[in-house]
């Protein structure tokens, strides 16, 4: 006899298949056969492709901001909260624009932006520049990922675009080949924490601007 069909059951075929065929290749109706379901049977817990993609975004970010130390620095917690993204979004493919374009209203996007606007009421902000900020630091990671991703899956079509663009760069643009070590290597995991420092560096002088009387 078969067991129940429940929702958890979905999101990890859903995820299986989203790891298999990208973005693209999910839709309702190949999640249903991949279960040996009918399609009717699907709707009942998901109603449109974008339910289940709001169900796996939700899913992804299960355990991002879920254990803050207490008396942590804010730059400490927003490095902590943009890196736990991160892996979160490479932990399955196009992790990232699964996320992208989705608006959840659950408990586990609560609980990352309370934590993400609580860091930044630590380091001085207002709460309307904290939620704005907030918002610009996962847009961030979910563009950086996104790349991320990317230059993965197409390995040999970025080489040949860097190969192009190094010939173009030598014979036209002097600043672009002057710069061609820094370009040539991806360098993730230290561009991604550099990015992450500018931001907050510039989060801090915000702040400070923001905090002196006018006249």
């Not at 586990?108 to 860091?119: P, Q, S, Y």
């Not at 918002?135 to 197409?154: A, C, K, N, R, W």
């Amino acid at each position: 006899m078969r067991s129940p069909l429940t929702q958890d059951h979905i999101i990890q075929a859903a995820f299986r298949l989203l790891d298999e065929a990208g973005m693209e290749g999910v839709s309702l109706r190949k999640l249903a056969c991949n279960l040996g379901i009918r399609a009717p049977s699907l709707y009942w817990h998901f109603k449109s492709k974008q339910a289940l993609i709001d169900a796996l975004a939700d899913a992804l970010i299960a355990e991002v901001a879920r254990d803050i130390p207490q008396g942590q620095d804010w730059r400490s917690t927003m490095h902590q909260i943009a890196n736990e993204f991160r892996t979160a979004f490479k932990a399955h493919r196009d992790g990232a624009r699964v996320f992208a374009g989705t608006f959840l209203a659950t408990e586990n996007m609560l609980r990352v932006g309370d934590a993400t606007i609580a860091a930044l009421l630590q380091a001085g902000a207002s709460v309307a520049f904290a939620a704005s900020s907030a918002l610009d630091s996962i847009y961030y990671v979910m563009g950086f990922v996104i790349e991320e991703q990317s230059h993965h899956d197409y390995p040999d079509a970025a080489e040949g675009v860097q190969q192009a663009f190094f010939e173009l760069a030598k014979a036209r643009f002097p600043h672009f080949w002057e710069a061609r070590e820094v370009l040539a290597e991806p360098k993730f995991d230290e561009r991604f924490s550099n990015g992450i420092d500018l931001i907050l560096d510039g989060v801090e002088q915000q702040i400070l601007k923001r905090s002196v009387p006018s006249h």
